[in-house]
Nanobody
């Protein structure tokens, strides 16, 4: 079984909304942290936000007030609700699970901010925002 599968990406105009989903296996869903990352062409992968096993979320300043992370325990699914989208939000979005510690900073909910410190990754879903 594939550990993580993202969906919900697409093309929208600036100001629009999208909700990304990350379907997880029970094994990966119950890990300490799940997170969203994004990578635009020619740029490094950056953290969007995360949620820990207590349900505490933390998001990057660049998306605060626009993006919300949530979980549905009955479906083993992580969500990223994205509102007021901007062209600079255009990127491939990835979900990750199972923070193992190590290099890089941590969010206020104690989840890692660096993609390389997670053990499981999805294949990504593309979000394109036009002006």
């Amino acid at each position: 079984q594939v550990p993580l599968v993202e969906s919900g990406g697409g093309s929208v105009q600036a100001g629009g909304s999208l909700r990304l989903s990350c379907a997880a296996s029970a094994y990966t869903y119950n890990k300490n942290c799940m997170a969203w990352f994004r990578q635009a062409p020619g740029k490094m992968r950056e953290g969007v936000g995360s949620v820990n096993s207590d349900g505490v979320t933390s998001v990057a300043d660049s998306v605060k007030g626009r993006f919300t992370i949530s979980k549905d325990n009955s479906k083993n699914t992580l969500y990223l609700q994205m509102n007021s989208l901007k062209p600079e939000d255009t990127a491939m979005y990835y979900c990750a699970a199972d923070y193992r510690g190590g290099i890089g900073g941590v969010w206020t909910n104690a989840c890692g901010q660096t993609f390389s410190v997670y053990n499981y990754w999805g294949q990504g879903t593309q979000v394109t925002v036009s002006s």
